[in-house]
């Protein structure tokens, strides 16, 4: 590893005395995309075909294989004298062309420790002695690998060019099959750190919205979600990138799936509030009673907006931070689950919500997000999100619902977000678990930062579900 950081010191320090990078002007977005690999006869086979679709001049670089990019050489690459520092529309990174699949490599250790240590809130209380992930200095970060390889360069692109949109291009030429060990083992890596992988150029065209600027037009939406939606960033955020009309009913707190069973013993509530996770009191399913008085315009609290007449073009089921994993024998019976409306896992659970509405709305689009990449890490399985994610994709189509896949490109992942850095886990100075962070409130909820990511993630995913 020394030697790994001594060349690329040198390597970057003779960039750096190459190219002057002017410091006294403001940075300014361009519309170029700033393309790295390290075969550039296989990236070059993409450049026109991305050129045309995303109206984007690519400008490649090669580096050394086996290599990350330092922040240095990454402004040297786009540096102007004249015009000031650019800031790349987007950043492309390729790599593993001419590389092997790794070997039998547990990705989540070569990122992340697991010792046992205190955690506590910012205030010191509720301090606990528990099992937790915390991301790995850098320099322990074993860069032989496709996780530690791409970590690296991800982390300098963000930190160099925080705005800009950052793709992991599958590691072959543009028309070849990316059905191999290397593609699927960046794919999941891309996934880990809520990424796009992108695996030929025409997937760019899901995500035109961003490339040309123009505000789609998504019409009446409804949300029912938990407190991502409730604090309302990546709703405000979708506002402001798309021509949408929306009505918010998420509660923090909020499951997707039933607590109990018995709705007799444990019914639903019509007017769910975070503090109130009795039974089944706060689930989305409680959002949709709260939607049927509303629209009924009869018992309205203080402050309530009758609905009465309301129809949404979209519909937007959000959730699952709030679930647990659906264990394997739940997940064996989702079909007779949606058949019997057994609601305690995501397939039943869903699939009431989305029959419900579907009568309430024929004509309305239904998409169902899949759960954010962030968690607090409280645990050995720091990527829980993935599984469930899974699941939820799974339930979604057997549903006949389009995803928002905000695992995938959401970019808020467990990765960059964690408790590592806050302490080292003694008890004088335990980790901490609700600090800030570049796209956080609290290590788990969205700052304005982050819920664009979240909101550009949910235009990409209706323009590929075809609303567009």
Known sequence: MNRLFLLLSILMAGFHALYAIPTNKSDYQTNMILALTDDLQTLKTWKNLSDSITGCNMQCSEFVAHYSVSEDQLKTCVADSDSGNITPKAVFLQIGCNSEADEAVNYEDVLFDFPVGNICTLTGKNARNKRLAVSKPDSLVDTSNFAG?????????????????????SPVAAGSSSDDSRCRQLEYV?????????????????????????KPEIGKLLILGDSYSEQGRWVRQLSQIAKVDIVNLGVSSATVRDKYADRIKYPYSDNPISSDNEGNHNTLSSQLCRLKRLMAAENLNSGEISLKGYVPDVIILQGGSNDNPDIAQAEADYVEDIRQSRRTSFAGALGYLVFELRKMFPQARIFITTTAGLYYGHTDRPFDFILKSNQQRRAAKMLGCPVINWDLDGRLSFVFN?????????????????????????????NENGALFLAESALHWMTVGGLF
């Open 418 to 446: 964690n408790s590592a850095g806050t302490g080292d886990g003694s008890e004088q100075r335990p980790f901490r678990y609700n600090v800030k962070s570049d796209e956080t409130i609290d290590l788990l909820h969205p």
């Open 190 to 214: 891309a996934n880990m750190m809520c990424v796009p992988f992108i695996h030929n150029p025409q997937e760019l065209a899901g995500y035109r919205y961003f490339w040309n600027g123009e």
């Open 149 to 169: 390889r791409l970590y690296m360069m991800v982390k300098s692109v963000r930190s160099t060019f925080p705005q800009a949109r950052v793709f992991v291009l």
